[in-house]
T-cell receptor
Framework: DQQVKQNSPSLSVQEGRISILNCDYT??????LLWYKKYPAEGPTFLIS?????DKNEDGRFTVFLNKSAKHLSLHIVPSQPGDSAVYFC?????????????FGGGTRLMVKP | KAGVTQTPRYLIKTRGQQVTLSCSPI?????VSWYQQTPGQGLQFLFE???????NKGNFPGRFSGRQFSNSRSEMNVSTLELGDSALYLC????????????FGPGTRLTVT
């Protein structure tokens, strides 16, 4: 039972265009949703997060949108750059956790072509 | 500040053996979490420690265990290794008891033959 799903295993985008990565979740108790980026041979690095009480958060080229009623999260990267090529994971943190535990989606491999 | 460090980076073991992986969190961080990454299952939560106490445990068999020391360093142990335990094991640290933002180490790549 996957609580966090990324239905697109890969995405290819031209440099300068918008990249849109999507994520769906089922647990309404998630209070923070996050995006992590992972390069080969490195651990995931935190990119951006959004509280479940908000619908948008922006940080430079990265914007995360949350549709709470649809339990849908998306990450927009504008403009996309070749250095953005990586695997992107969405993750969720639940309010009723005893501690720090993240539930991850399966990841989407983004390829930005020059 | 130095990041999360994990040792060893690569490890090859034989089925039936046991293995211990080590993680040093970012200085001052007291929470350490462990995750397993495999191609088929993605990133799955193993367990989390805070102040030497296990607070959360994922859905893994009892062969997977861990501990945390007073200096916040953590170890995880896998006994009676199986081929399916081949994976990238990632450690992440957080600053405090309820921080959703986690900082990951580079991982230990374990291969079981």
């Amino acid at each position: 039972d996957q609580q966090v799903k990324q239905n697109s295993p890969s995405l290819s985008v031209q440099e300068g265009r918008i990249s849109i990565l999507n994520c769906d979740y089922t647990n309404s108790m998630f209070d923070y949703l996050l995006w992590y980026k992972k390069y080969p041979a490195e651990g995931p690095t935190f990119l951006i997060s959004i509280s479940s009480i908000k619908d948008k958060n922006e940080d430079g080229r990265f914007t995360v949108f949350l549709n709470k009623s649809a339990k849908h999260l998306s990450l927009h990267i504008v403009p996309s750059q070749p250095g953005d090529s990586a695997v992107y994971f969405c993750a969720a943190s639940a309010r009723n956790n005893a501690g720090n535990m993240l539930t991850f989606g399966g990841g989407t491999r983004l390829m930005v072509k020059p | 500040k130095a990041g999360v460090t994990q040792t060893p980076r690569y490890l090859i073991k034989t089925r039936g053996q046991q293995v211990t992986l080590s993680c040093s969190p970012i200085s001052g961080h007291r929470s350490v979490s462990w995750y397993q990454q495999t191609p088929g299952q993605g990133l799955q939560f193993l367990f989390e420690y805070f102040s030497e106490t296990q607070r959360n445990k994922g859905n893994f068999p009892g062969r997977f265990s861990g501990r945390q020391f007073s200096n916040s360093r953590s170890e995880m142990n896998v006994s009676t290794l199986e081929l399916g335990d081949s994976a990238l094991y990632l450690c992440a640290s957080s600053a405090d008891a309820h921080s959703y933002e986690q900082y990951f180490g580079p991982g230990t790549r374990l291969t079981v033959t």
